[in-house]
């Protein structure tokens, strides 16, 4: 699902820069346009929006006084011509501040950042409310493979990125554990490390300090162990 944006910004060409730009990228939708920050203030308070770009200099009320009154759902990603208001803007939680001119590529780079914690997204097949499949991310331009859950043995976090390891291949994505936890159905999979999450149903055998899976040794944290037994316990005989 694309991401609902609003363009707040008081000189006409930057706002047809940034609406050409939008255009170009399939996950995000323009939904409205602003040269008044009081009346883009009353949008927000009747629409769900997902980001705002939002420019810094303005008449009635700056972009950081702004970002101040919206909600914190609210991405905001600065626009501006003025780097002296940066350090402000990344304090206030910003996505990203984009000096003006933007070149697309800056701006890409940007948006991008919207999108990685949303890299891997879960559908249903049937009217289970338990997912069958991954889309998962597999690079730069937008492109999704497809992974089935029953074929996933482990998740592996790398820093920025995180490796579905499954029977067939692995596959590696711009996310967080965290993220993919948050995808994946709590009865199949369990995180058992800071940086492992394995599945149920793969696991080969497990002792006081490993899971084995696919010949794989994966270590159990010391805070995870009490929950991780806690499920072998539910479906031992």
Do not use: W
Not at 14 to 23: D, H, K, P, S
């Amino acid at each position: 699902m694309a991401l609902k944006c609003i363009i707040v910004d008081d000189e006409p060409p930057a706002t047809r820069i940034l609406e050409n730009y939008i255009g170009k990228v399939n996950f995000l939708e323009k939904t409205a346009v602003f040269n008044d920050s009081i009346k883009a203030l009353e949008f927000l308070n009747k629409e769900d929006v997902d980001v705002i770009f939002l420019d810094i200099q303005m008449p009635q009320l700056t972009g950081l006084q702004i970002s101040r009154i919206i909600s914190k759902d609210i991405k905001v990603i600065f626009t501006t011509a003025y780097p002296d208001f940066a350090l402000e803007g990344f304090e206030l939680n910003a996505v990203d501040y984009l000096l003006k001119p933007i070149p697309f590529e800056r701006f890409y780079q940007a948006v991008s950042k919207l999108n990685s914690e949303s890299k891997i997204e879960v559908a249903n097949t049937n009217n289970s409310t338990a997912p069958d499949f991954l889309f998962i991310k597999t690079d730069g331009k937008n492109k999704f493979q497809k992974v089935f859950l029953k074929d996933v043995l482990y998740v592996e976090s790398l820093q920025n990125y995180v490796c579905i390891h499954t029977v067939k291949q692995q596959i590696i994505t711009h996310s967080s554990l965290k993220n993919v936890i948050e995808s994946l159905p709590e009865n199949d999979f369990i995180q058992i490390h800071k940086s492992y999450v394995v599945s149920l149903q793969h696991i080969e055998s497990t002792d006081n300090f490993s899971v084995f899976i696919n010949g794989k040794e994966l270590p159990i944290g010391a805070t995870f162990k009490e929950a991780f037994f806690d499920k072998i316990e539910e479906n031992k005989i």
